[in-house]
């Protein structure tokens, strides 16, 4: 509603500055506590600021590009980045508060307001894209050697962006005078609530963020746990999934994780291997001796190995039992597979050509028969026709 009143607040009007002729009298009219004069200044203010700013905006960052062109990675790249990602409120916000100040200082103190929010709006934005951007040059340098930093990068943005957020929006309600002690201590008193019902998900948690840390495995490591095993296909913020041998997907807590005995297999620089073999009793004193000998040769022969030692290790119950240990160069369980054949088969073959058997489970008994005791009697036979034992009588 128009009026033709002072202005409340006190401020000067331009009419009291200008002296209008009678026929712009009408310009002093009072509308929402500043007088017609000054919202037409305030419009004129506006239409030339916006665009001024965002020209200003667009000159300084293609600046920054240049310089960042020559100079690649440094703090002119990110800074040029934030800049063309500047949003329009932002510039409208700060263009209305230049225009309001030829309002007086109560729109002066409402446009103040909002521009500061919309700022906070924007410091918001930017952060999260400076996280971004560290993050990404991060990615950059560790994707190739740590399959897991994908993982990593995915949580510490996730915790930096949270922090971020949380410090614009507890400014944001200090700019507008909310007390945030109170709202502080209610969080507070709040946040031990929620953490006590959620525990076991805040358990799984921070074990994540130890395994994101720590890495005592990343993705594409083969692993061990308990009675399962399987590739690590995903490091989450509450579970880990695993690939099983099988086929199926393993699907494991985080803290249940790292409260178990894990045996990664990735890491494994060498394959420790120790075999057994037994060759039968007969097997003569010199060939015997000749055995380790042949063990050793037929090792260092075959793909990705390197002997360690070869003994005749002990008198089994049916066999003579030889004991072989030897380390694959490559730790991955298939070359090792191929490798342990290669080594079966060729010594087969020279044991085969030294004239030795491979033993295999036998049992011979022996039996001790005592004469005195084992006497066995019969009856004797009468020979056909005889008439032995018969008594003849005779007439006379």
């Known amino acids: 509603m128009i009026q033709e009143t002072d202005d409340p607040s006190g401020a000067p009007s331009l009419g009291d ?67 063309r990602k500047t949003k329009g409120f932002v510039v409208l916000a700060l263009a209305l508060w230049v225009a ?5 200082p109560v729109w002066a103190g409402r446009m103040a307001i909002l521009a500061k ?35 990593a990068i995915g949580a510490m943005g996730f915790l930096a962006r949270l922090v971020v957020w949380s410090i614009i929006v507890l400014t944001a309600l200090s700019v507008m005078d909310f007390e945030i002690g109170p709202a502080l201590a209610g969080l507070g008193v ?11 998900i805040l358990g799984d948690l921070f074990a994540s963020l130890s395994i994101i840390f720590d890495r005592p495995f990343v993705i594409g490591d083969f692993i061990i746990v308990g009675d399962h095993m399987g590739t690590v296909e995903h490091v989450g913020l509450k579970t880990t999934r695993i690939r099983s041998l099988s086929g199926e997907q393993l ?39 000749q055995i380790p000998g042949i063990v050793e040769e037929v090792i ?47 010594l087969y073959r020279r044991l085969q050509e030294l004239g030795v058997s491979f033993a295999f489970p036998t049992r011979t008994l022996h039996l001790h028969v005592d004469s005195a005791d084992a006497e066995i009697r019969t009856a004797p036979v009468p020979e056909e026709g005889s008439a032995s034992g018969d008594r003849v009588a005779t007439g006379g």
């Open 17 to 83: 500055l200008i002296q209008l002729p009678e026929s712009l009298a009408f310009l002093e009219w009072q509308f929402l506590g500043a007088s017609l004069l000054n919202w037409g200044v305030a419009v004129v203010v506006l239409m030339v600021a916006h665009p001024l700013f965002n020209v200003a905006i667009r000159i300084v960052a293609g600046r920054l590009e240049a310089l960042s062109r020559r100079t690649p990675g440094r703090v002119d790249e990110i800074a040029a980045l934030l800049l």
């Open 100 to 104: 309001s100040l030829t309002l007086g």
């Open 117 to 151: 929010l919309a700022v906070l709006a924007q410091g918001g934005l930017w952060g999260a894209d400076v996280v971004s951007w560290f993050l990404q040059r991060y990615r950059d340098r560790q994707i190739e050697d740590d399959p897991g930093a994908a993982t």
């Open 190 to 200: 709040g946040g031990i609530a929620v953490a006590l019902a959620v525990q076991n």
């Open 251 to 289: 699907i494991f807590g985080n803290s249940d994780l790292l409260s178990s005995r894990v045996r990664n297999f990735k890491r494994m620089e060498e394959r420790r291997i120790l075999f057994t073999f037994g060759v039968q009793y007969d097997t003569g004193h010199e060939k015997l001796r």
């Open 300 to 346: 260092e022969a075959a793909d990705n190995s390197r002997f360690d030692r070869a003994h005749f290790a002990e008198f089994g119950d049916s066999s003579l039992e030889f004991e072989a240990v030897y380390f694959m160069t490559v730790p991955d369980f298939p070359s090792y597979r191929d490798t342990q054949e290669q080594i079966n088969l060729e």
